[in-house]
Every structure is written in C-alpha cells, then in structure tokens.
C-alpha cells in the first residue's frame, strides 16, 4: 500500500512541476515578444523567469519531501540535515538540479520521490535550455541588421 501511495505521490508532483513549467514557458513565449524594451533585455526576462518557474518548481519537491520525512512512513532523510524546512528545500535543489552533493542521504520509500525529482529537474533544464535557445534564434536574427 505504501509503494502505491508513494507511486501516486510521485506523479502527482511530476505532472504539477510539468504544467507549472509549460504554463511559465507558455506565458514568456507570449509575453516577451509584446515587451517595449531591447531584445537583450527580453533575453533576461526569460532568464529570470525560467529561474522562478525553477525554485518554484524545487520549493513544490522541497514541501513534499519535509512532510515525508515529517511522517516516517515513507522513510527518512539523515546526515546533515536538521528535519527543517530549509534542509528540505535545500535536498531538493541538490536532487532538481542533479548535482548530490551527498551530504543528506534518504532511506526507504522516500527514495523514489528523490529519483523522480532528479529526472523531473533534468527534463526541466533541458526544456529551459531549448526554450532560452529558441528565444535568441528569434530575438537576436530579427535584430542583426541593428548590431
């Protein structure tokens, strides 16, 4: 039963970190092009909004995962880590961003959530990646008679 929990845990917070990144790229792809300003100025609204839309998204994992740890029914987080908030969040950036520094360590069911989030993240920055890419195809080749 708890395996089946955790599985409908997991995807529920995969698909909420999906939608809130395709609504965030969805509306900086309509936003950006209706702003007033230079284009390598847009270039840093997408920036500064794909970034949002990411600590949003690792803040979504980073409250999941405090009130996992919270219950003890799933598993347990432990190294460096103080049961807070901020230990939590500060999990999830490592795990989002697949970096791992190692310092916090997961046992039992909570594991799955740790891996999901890793490749929900890499998906994600990738997705970011191609969505930074195609607004400086679009700004900077529309703007390079200017330059």
Do not use: K
């Not at 792809?29 to 794909?50: K, N, S, Y």
């Not at 980073?62 to 939590?88: I, K, P, Q, T």
């Not at 490592?94 to 799955?112: A, Q």
Request: proline share 1%; with cysteine; glycine share 8%.
């Amino acid at each position: 039963m708890d395996l089946m929990l955790i599985t409908l845990i997991n995807t529920v917070l995969m698909v909420a970190t999906v939608v809130i990144h395709y609504e965030a790229i969805r509306s900086m792809t309509i936003f950006i092009p209706r702003l007033a300003i230079d284009h390598r100025a847009r270039i840093l609204v997408g920036v500064f909004g794909a970034l949002a839309a990411h600590v949003v998204e690792v803040w979504i994992f980073g409250v999941a995962c405090f009130g996992l740890d919270r219950l003890g029914r799933f598993g347990h987080l432990e190294g460096n880590y103080h049961h807070s908030l901020l230990d939590s969040v500060y999990f999830s950036f490592t795990n989002y961003t697949t970096l791992g520094y190692g310092d916090i360590e997961p046992h039992g069911l909570i594991r799955f959530l740790t891996g999901i989030e890793a490749l929900t993240g890499l998906v994600m920055i990738t997705w970011t990646a191609s969505f930074l890419y195609f607004e400086m195809e679009r700004n900077w080749q529309s703007r390079s008679d200017v330059n």
